[in-house]
C-alpha cells in the first residue's frame, strides 16, 4: 500500500549530556541529527557538557533532550530533541555560540564553540507535527526516558493518502489489542511526507510486549500481508517497485520487492515494473503472509 524507507533507530539517552535539559510536551518537535567525526567522541560531549552547563548558568528556558545512537544505524549519531507549540516559541532561541558567549565570555565561548563545531562531521535539523488521532498518550512529566525506538518512514507523495489510511487501521488495531504509548509525526520543515512513529521506553524487555505494524494488521485488522522476494539473473536481490491491481482495474498501492505491503485480502494482478515487467497473478490470503519469489527477467 505504499513505497517507503524504513530506519529501526535504538536511541540511549545520554544522561551525562542531557541533565539540566529535560524534554517537554508540545505539538511541533524539532529534532537535529548529528554525525561526530570519527575519534572525536570524546572532545564533543565535552563540547555539548559545557554547551548544558552554560545553559543553566544563564537560566535558558530552552528543554532539550540529548540522545546517542544505541543500534539500529550509524555510530557516533546524536539527537537533540525539543518540542514547541507555536512557531513564536522560536523567536527567543539563542544558538550555540551565543550561549557560550553570554555564559563564559566572548573570547572564551568562542573558543569553545570552534573547538567542538570542529569535532562535527555533519548536521541535520528537521520539524515534524503531532497527529494526536494517531498517537497514544502515556503518563506525563517525569525524566526522558532511558531509551526511544524510531520508525522513520519516507512515503511517495502520491501514495500520502493511502499511507495515512493505513495509519488509521493500525491505530484502531493497537487501541483494541496493543496499548502502550505512541507517537506519530509528520514532517512540516524539510523531506516531505516523512513519518516517525516513536515509542519511549526504560529497559529493553518492555519491547517483548510490543506488537510490531505487521502483527496489528494481519493478526487484529485481518488485512493480508504480501512480500515479493525478486532476484536479478545472478541470484542477487533485486530491489524495484511493484503494484497490485484489483479486480476493478484499479491500483491499489505500490511498493517495494523485499519489503511488506498490507493489502487487502483478495485477488490482485501483481505488476513488477522490470523491464520487461513481471505479470502475474496473486492471491492475499487473510491470515497467512503471502511471500512470492520471483526472478527478473
Given at each position: 500500500?505504499?513505497?517507503?524507507?524504513?530506519?529501526?533507530?535504538?536511541?540511549?539517552?545520554?544522561?551525562?549530556?542531557?541533565?539540566?535539559?529535560?524534554?517537554?510536551?508540545?505539538?511541533?518537535?524539532?529534532?537535529?541529527?548529528?554525525?561526530?567525526?570519527?575519534?572525536?567522541?570524546?572532545?564533543?560531549?565535552?563540547?555539548?557538557?559545557?554547551?548544558?552547563?552554560?545553559?543553566?548558568?544563564?537560566?535558558?528556558?530552552?528543554?532539550?533532550?540529548?540522545?546517542?545512537?544505541?543500534?539500529?544505524?550509524?555510530?557516533?549519531?546524536?539527537?537533540?530533541?525539543?518540542?514547541?507549540?507555536?512557531?513564536?516559541?522560536?523567536?527567543?532561541?539563542?544558538?550555540?555560540?551565543?550561549?557560550?558567549?553570554?555564559?563564559?565570555?566572548?573570547?572564551?565561548?568562542?573558543?569553545?564553540?570552534?573547538?567542538?563545531?570542529?569535532?562535527?562531521?555533519?548536521?541535520?535539523?528537521?520539524?515534524?507535527?503531532?497527529?494526536?488521532?494517531?498517537?497514544?498518550?502515556?503518563?506525563?512529566?517525569?525524566?526522558?526516558?532511558?531509551?526511544?525506538?524510531?520508525?522513520?518512514?519516507?512515503?511517495?507523495?502520491?501514495?500520502?493518502?493511502?499511507?495515512?489510511?493505513?495509519?488509521?487501521?493500525?491505530?484502531?488495531?493497537?487501541?483494541?489489542?496493543?496499548?502502550?504509548?505512541?507517537?506519530?509525526?509528520?514532517?512540516?520543515?524539510?523531506?516531505?511526507?516523512?513519518?516517525?512513529?516513536?515509542?519511549?521506553?526504560?529497559?529493553?524487555?518492555?519491547?517483548?510486549?510490543?506488537?510490531?505494524?505487521?502483527?496489528?494488521?494481519?493478526?487484529?485488522?485481518?488485512?493480508?500481508?504480501?512480500?515479493?522476494?525478486?532476484?536479478?539473473?545472478?541470484?542477487?536481490?533485486?530491489?524495484?517497485?511493484?503494484?497490485l491491481i484489483d479486480a476493478s482495474k484499479v491500483e491499489s498501492g505500490r511498493f517495494s520487492t523485499?519489503?511488506?505491503?498490507?493489502?487487502?485480502?483478495?485477488?490482485?494482478?501483481?505488476?513488477?515494473?522490470?523491464?520487461?515487467?513481471?505479470?502475474?497473478?496473486?492471491?492475499?490470503?487473510?491470515?497467512?503472509?503471502?511471500?512470492?519469489?520471483?526472478?527478473?527477467p
Open positions: 500500500m505504499r513505497r517507503s524507507v524504513v530506519f529501526f533507530i535504538g536511541l540511549a539517552l545520554a544522561i551525562a549530556l542531557a541533565a539540566p535539559l529535560l524534554a517537554q510536551e508540545g505539538e511541533y518537535a524539532q529534532v537535529t541529527w548529528l554525525t561526530v567525526k570519527p575519534g572525536m567522541t570524546a572532545e564533543y560531549e565535552d563540547y555539548v557538557k559545557k554547551i548544558a552547563a552554560g545553559a543553566a548558568k544563564i537560566n535558558d528556558p530552552r528543554a532539550v533532550s540529548a540522545y546517542s545512537l544505541a543500534m539500529g544505524g550509524p555510530q557516533r549519531t546524536y539527537a537533540f530533541a525539543r518540542t514547541f507549540k507555536k512557531w513564536g516559541e522560536l523567536d527567543g532561541n539563542l544558538t550555540n555560540p551565543q550561549i557560550l558567549a553570554k555564559a563564559y565570555g566572548d573570547v572564551e565561548g568562542a573558543k569553545i564553540f570552534k573547538a567542538g563545531s570542529s569535532a562535527i562531521e555533519s548536521s541535520e535539523t528537521r520539524v515534524s507535527r503531532t497527529i494526536p488521532e494517531l498517537s497514544r498518550s502515556g503518563p506525563s512529566g517525569g525524566a526522558p526516558a532511558a531509551y526511544v525506538f524510531v520508525v522513520r518512514t519516507e512515503v511517495e507523495p502520491s501514495m500520502a493518502r493511502t499511507y495515512r489510511k493505513y495509519l488509521d487501521k493500525l491505530k484502531a488495531a493497537e487501541d483494541k489489542h496493543d496499548p502502550s504509548p505512541v507517537t506519530r509525526r509528520v514532517s512540516v520543515l524539510g523531506d516531505a511526507q516523512v513519518w516517525s512513529s516513536i515509542r519511549s521506553f526504560n529497559k529493553w524487555a518492555e519491547r517483548d510486549a510490543l506488537m510490531g505494524p505487521g502483527e496489528a494488521m494481519t493478526i487484529k485488522l485481518q488485512t493480508g500481508l504480501l512480500r515479493v522476494d525478486l532476484l536479478d539473473a545472478s541470484g542477487q536481490r533485486a530491489r524495484v517497485e511493484a503494484s523485499w519489503e511488506e505491503a498490507y493489502p487487502l485480502p483478495g485477488s490482485y494482478e501483481l505488476v513488477v515494473h522490470t523491464q520487461p515487467q513481471l505479470r502475474q497473478q496473486v492471491q492475499v490470503s487473510p491470515t497467512d503472509p503471502t511471500i512470492l519469489r520471483l526472478r527478473s
